[in-house]
């Protein structure tokens, strides 16, 4: 699976807690793209909520920990 530069960037700010609203203002794009960022990373990865969106972050920075 690999991740375009602008999904990991969504991916970590979606993981970080900011609403799509919120990640769509820091990356200076509209909420509707953040949107379907977040539509291609699920297809990619099969992932259906926030909490598998923020291990898939954690893992990608190295952080997921030994279980990983």
Do not use: F
């Not at 602008?6 to 990640?23: D, M, P």
Request: charged share 25%; glycine share 10%; hydrophobic share 40%.
């Amino acid at each position: 699976m690999t991740l375009t530069p602008r999904e990991r960037q969504v991916l970590r700010l979606i993981a970080s807690g900011l609403t799509q609203a919120q990640a769509a203002r820091r990356m200076n794009v509209a909420p509707g793209t953040v949107d379907t960022y977040l539509k291609r990373i699920r297809g990619k990865v099969g992932s259906a909520n926030k909490a598998d969106l923020t291990r898939l972050a954690l893992h990608l920075d190295g952080l997921g920990g030994a279980d990983e």
